[in-house]
């Protein structure tokens, strides 16, 4: 049961709260980092390894983490001289993982079954399985279509429903093991290139609590809420 833990970006829509932190290690609700959560959830779904990409601030984040008993994990690390993007990182450590693992971002906060994820990923033998949440947008325009200069159809204020990827993901080693190593891949890249082969990877629909804090405005609601949102969080509400 090994979890990948991409640690390695620069958290720059996130300024100024990553100017000296790495964005796994910002506080949320003033005792626990993000990685902290995420590293007892990990533990309370029967992983017990995790191998850690790290790259800006690193060093922070293994004086942090350590060999990650803490957790009950065992926590390696790989550090990225260069930016690599998102599938880029995992490619230069593959011999290290199993033949299916899960692959998830830093700074997702989420209530997702870890296990039961990378479980269906094994029985549907996808070559990826895409952790996948409902966003709904509300316009604030009425929308329209054209041809040939007319109108041919018109909403007013529309509120469009579509699947976005929350971060986390299931692969296989054998998957990824055609792809060049250190170069820039990202997971964008992966889907394309699977999608025009005809291997299709699979979608897992969630629809509990998902946050990515990316922007200063996520970090806000997800202090805000974290009381409210401390029995969904962590393992029987409490750290260990």
Known sequence: MHAVILAGGRGVRLRPYTTALPKPLVPIGEEYAILDIILQQLRAHG????????????????????????????????????????????????????????????????DLDYLALLEHHREAKAPLTVATYQRQVKIDFGT?????????????????????????????????????????????DLVLDLLARGDLPCSYDFGGYWLDIGRPDDYDEANASFEKLRSVLLPSGEAK
Request: hydrophobic fraction near 40%.
């Open 144 to 188: 329209l279509e054209t041809s040939d200069g007319r109108i041919t159809s018109f909403v007013e204020k529309p509120t469009l429903a579509y699947g976005v990827s929350m971060g986390v993901y299931a692969m296989s080693r054998k998957t990824l093991a055609p792809y060049p190593r250190n170069v820039p891949f990202g997971l964008d």
């Open 47 to 110: 992983f017990d390894q995790a191998t850690l990409a790290i790259g800006h601030l690193g060093s922070l984040i293994q004086a942090f983490v350590g060999d990650g008993s803490k957790w009950g994990i065992r926590v390696d690390y790989a550090e990225e001289e260069t930016p690599l993007s998102t599938i880029g990182p995992i490619l230069n450590f593959l011999d290290r993982l199993p033949e299916d693992f899960l692959v998830m971002n830093g700074d997702v906060l989420t």
